[in-house]
């Protein structure tokens, strides 16, 4: 497997606590945080005959254990994706529909 092109990105936002209270309990503003809102991109791959028989059969399984855990980690925090893979040939083209 040969990666072609790899422009997954993180989205995040930035949580601010606008610190207006009524009454002194929370007189202070919370901590600013970041959070992660979504990945989006796509993942190109050259697949060898092996690999590319393996991944029309059982894409699901390919992708989880052959192409995400050795070739793109996920961000922290991230626990599901639905990718939509897409063949031309022996490309294989990752993109990601939803990230919970």
Do not use: H
């Not at 993942?43 to 894409?59: G, R, S």
């Not at 040939?89 to 919970?100: A, K, P, Q, S």
């Amino acid at each position: 497997m040969k990666v072609l092109s790899n422009t997954l990105e993180e989205l995040n936002e930035r949580w601010d606590d606008p610190g207006v209270y009524p009454s002194n309990a929370g007189q202070f503003p919370l901590p600013s945080r970041n959070y992660l809102v979504g990945i989006e991109g796509e993942l190109v791959l050259e697949l060898t005959p092996e690999e590319l028989d393996l991944a029309q059969a059982e894409i699901k399984d390919f992708i989880n254990n052959e192409v995400v855990g050795e070739e793109y980690c996920l961000p922290d925090g991230v626990k599901w994706v639905e990718w939509q893979a897409t063949f031309n040939g022996n490309i294989l083209t990752l993109t990601i529909g939803d990230v919970e």
